[in-house]
């Protein structure tokens, strides 16, 4: 299971404060944190900032890669910003995302096979958000055949389903959930991706929610998921779920998690 | 002639009884106009104030809107001549390039539940397209939603278009989604920001001088 570590989004109070305040420091130990609970992607998301997103997307990609030896989650709808950002990436980052959006397809393309890298595919379909598992399979598939038509190795090819809140539509759980299995086995190679916490919008207990969801999703075949790894309940969730899932050879990496502290005796 | 249990029965959501409580008011002899505002708009008005303080969920507050609509529809024979007033009409879209819908979806319904004419022009709305139905509509207010960086600044597109065509001095400007801020609402000259579907309705009353 690949984790994509979440929390370098400027969306979050305090990382837009670091950020604006140039603070290496602060960022840096984030993104190690990040590191030390078994991040294996750092996620870095500058979109609150409309007019300086590229400026400080760049600047995030060398902090990040100051502090961690990790390759990075480039995270922006916008192709400028990931294009001048992807210059200062070390190693083969992950491009999140590109879409069916007709611009932004076109726009993305060039940037995700100029170079080595993983890119995250949004399921949306050219006009709308995806409602049912066929809206999403279809344009998943759509995405994984025009993208490997362009030389994206199949196995670099990440598709996020697009999770969408149960509180508005209680079909949108089983509407993701049943996608992931379907793309999963149809596209033997292929990975899934998604986050979590749109799930739960609208909600109370969303940590709860969020980490039910994450095993449900991982039962259907999720390969990676982009979250918070400090939050150490939703680790010891995933970690126990993949080897309750036969996913964790002589249950290594769940002995391993509880005896460096990751997980917690009850 | 007392709502309570209507109010109480949309406030809970429970759409037999609103639909029950709704008829018997009519039965009654009760003005389709009383119903709905002392009724209908002032139960939502709780439900909007509840929601947000935190006090409900989501699915609470989409469960009152529809217990509402059904009531409305009920109500809709007994009005005179489309004689059911309005406390304004509002344009709703969010903007060019994002197909994000469904905290615009929200914020309509609770607009709706708080008596406004909603116009809900859906995604992926070109700054003209706005200009054009709020022209046809004679809207009072335009409310923007957008869930992408990139699509942000579709919003200033919107305004300037509006300027362009003279409507601003006729309409006042919401804006609202995920990374859209307070400060980026005071740059680009929107006339109010809403950070959640209650305090959209706050604003609109707000901007409307509606109390």
Request: with cysteine; proline share 4%; charged share 25%.
């Amino acid at each position: 299971m690949l984790i994509v570590g979440e929390i370098i989004n400027t969306s979050r109070r305090r990382i837009a404060e670091a950020v604006e305040k140039q603070d290496a420091a602060f960022i840096g130990q984030v993104a190690k944190d990040q590191a030390d609970a078994g991040a294996h992607f750092i996620d870095v998301n500058a979109g609150t900032f409309v007019d300086r997103e590229t400026e400080y997307l760049c600047w995030l990609v060398k902090t990040v890669q100051d502090a961690v030896d990790l390759p990075l989650c480039l995270d922006s709808p916008s192709p400028k910003a990931l294009s001048e950002a992807i210059k200062y990436h070390r190693g083969e980052p992950m491009i999140n995302s590109i879409s069916l959006e007709k611009e932004r397809f076109d726009e993305m393309l060039p940037i995700v096979t100029a170079q080595p890298c993983r890119v995250v595919a949004l399921c949306m379909t050219e006009t709308a958000m995806p409602v049912t598992i066929e809206d999403r399979v279809q344009a998943g598939a759509e995405l994984i055949n025009r993208l490997t038509a362009e030389g994206v190795a199949l196995e670099n090819i990440f598709i996020d389903p697009l999770v969408q809140p149960v509180s508005v539509d209680t079909r949108m759980g089983n509407a993701v959930l049943g996608a992931i299995k379907t793309i999963m086995n149809d596209f033997p190679g292929v990975n899934t991706i998604c986050g979590l916490s749109n799930i739960s919008f609208g909600l109370p207990a969303r940590r709860l929610i969020n980490s039910t969801f994450l095993s449900l999703c991982i039962l259907q075949g999720l390969s990676a998921a982009i979250l918070d790894p400090t939050n150490k309940r939703l680790m010891a969730n995933l970690l126990s779920t993949r080897m309750i899932l036969g996913k964790d050879e002589y249950c290594g990496d769940f002995i391993d998690a509880y005896q460096n502290g990751i997980i917690n005796k009850e | 002639m007392s709502y309570q249990t209507l109010l109480d029965a949309v406030i809970k959501g429970d759409i037999k009884t609103a639909k029950e409580e709704t008829l018997k008011a009519v039965d009654a002899g009760q003005k389709a106009q009383d119903i709905l505002d002392q009724g209908l708009i002032e139960a939502m008005n709780v439900v909007g104030d509840n929601f947000s303080k935190g006090a409900i969920f989501v699915p609470q507050m989409l469960r009152s809107a529809k217990t509402m609509q059904e009531c409305v529809e009920v109500l809709k024979p007994h009005f005179k001549e489309n004689a059911m007033t309005t406390k304004g009409k509002i344009v709703i879209g969010t903007v060019k390039g994002d197909l994000h819908d469904i905290g615009k979806n929200l914020v309509g319904m609770m607009l709706e539940g708080a008596g406004f004419s909603i116009i809900d022009l859906g995604v992926d709305v070109a700054p003209e397209v706005f200009v054009d139905k709020i022209k046809e509509a004679d809207a009072d207010v335009v409310g923007m939603s957008a869930l992408l960086s990139t699509t942000m600044p579709s919003m200033s597109l919107t305004i300037k278009a509006l300027a362009d065509s003279g409507l601003r001095d006729t309409v006042k400007v919401i804006i609202g989604g995920a990374p859209v801020t307070r400060k980026y609402a005071e740059d680009i000259g929107a006339d109010a920001y809403a950070s959640d579907a209650g305090s959209a309705v706050l604003e609109a009353k707000k901007l409307l001088n509606i109390t």
